[in-house]
């Protein structure tokens, strides 16, 4: 059982919320929700991410001449309220994910994010994913680890065997099924837009993978939050613009790698350091320092994907 995206096009030009429906099957998803930013957005949006989504000055990202950035701060002008975000959970032969789709500023866009170890179901990766969706992409999100996530009450001791308990190949599988099905179901809704990918941590790790198997070319860019367990044998088969972004106080993301790589992926993808920013700080930031950066980050991925995708 399966969403549909065949609404997209009449969403984008209408601006009126219809429901997503199953296009392969004769069982109807449940309703998607439909939800402002204002409103209460239940387990899946937590306070900290419509705190800054309804009061957040506007960062501006801007790339100069010679490839440093710049970031700008608008202290004159609130960022506009969050347009309306559908938002429903589909499965896709047998593999669950969420769905979040922009109602009246859709774009057409798809994005493919790849969580961290704790799932698509985890209550930072959606707040993410519903911000991103926002600004008007449609964004689905798959069950990587197929119902066994990794969990914080686990023993660290116990992260290893579990991690060998997901089998690259078949990650890899399933990453390649959702894509499938979203190529599918824009083009039944008349829509000839190709794809990004992001991911965080295990997810980001995955970014490089993900490009480097796109024979049929779906995928115009990517952006890896500090990835883990790249790997960089594979970075070669790149064809497209990637943007890494890390800190250089994060122990499981080596800065000096994601050089390494940008280098052989070659012209066109981009490394962005944040000084003094360690592991998960643009989803999970824990300080008043990390959360002025992962605002300058949102900035630089939102302004890269509207570069590559838009």
């Not at 059982?1 to 030009?13: E, P, R």
């Not at 994005?111 to 698509?120: H, K, T």
């Not at 707040?127 to 066994?148: Q, S, T």
């Not at 914080?152 to 099924?177: A, C, F, L, M, V």
Request: net charge negative; charged share 25%; glycine share 10%.
């Amino acid at each position: 059982m399966a969403a549909s995206l065949a609404s997209l096009s009449s969403l984008a030009k209408a601006g009126a919320p219809r429901s997503l429906f199953n296009r392969h099957g004769s069982h109807r998803l449940p309703p998607p929700q439909i939800i402002p930013l204002a409103s209460s957005i239940k387990k899946h949006i937590t306070t900290s991410f419509y705190r800054r989504g309804s009061s957040l000055k506007n960062i501006y990202a801007l790339e100069t001449s010679d490839g440093a950035i710049n970031v700008e701060v608008d202290d004159d002008e609130e960022e506009e309220a969050c347009e309306l975000v559908n938002g429903t959970e589909v499965s896709v032969d047998g593999v669950e994910g969420y769905l979040l789709t922009a109602v009246k500023n859709n774009n057409g866009t798809g994005l493919l994010l790849l969580s961290d170890v704790f799932g698509f179901q985890d209550s930072a990766t959606r707040d993410f994913a519903y911000r991103v969706a926002c600004n008007g992409y449609n964004v689905l999100v798959p069950d990587l680890f197929r119902g066994d996530p990794w969990s914080k009450n686990r023993p660290k001791s116990e992260y290893e065997e579990w991690r060998r308990g997901h089998d690259p190949n078949r990650i890899r599988q399933d990453t390649t099924t959702f894509t499938k099905w979203m190529v599918e179901e824009f083009a039944a809704a008349g829509i000839s837009k190709k794809l990004g990918v992001m991911g965080f941590c295990f997810g980001g790790g995955r970014v490089v993978d993900v490009l480097a198997t796109d024979e049929s070319g779906y995928f115009s860019t990517g952006v890896s939050f500090y990835g883990t367990r790249i790997d960089s044998a594979v970075a070669g088969d790149v064809k497209v613009p990637v943007l890494f972004i890390a800190g250089d106080r994060d122990l499981l993301c080596e800065v000096k790698g994601l050089y390494e790589i940008e280098e052989k992926i070659g012209e066109g993808s981009k490394v962005v350091v944040y000084e003094g920013r360690g592991h998960g700080f643009v989803h999970r930031p824990e300080t008043p320092e990390d959360d002025r950066d992962a605002e300058e980050a949102f900035a630089l991925m939102r302004n890269w994907l509207h570069h590559h995708l838009i």
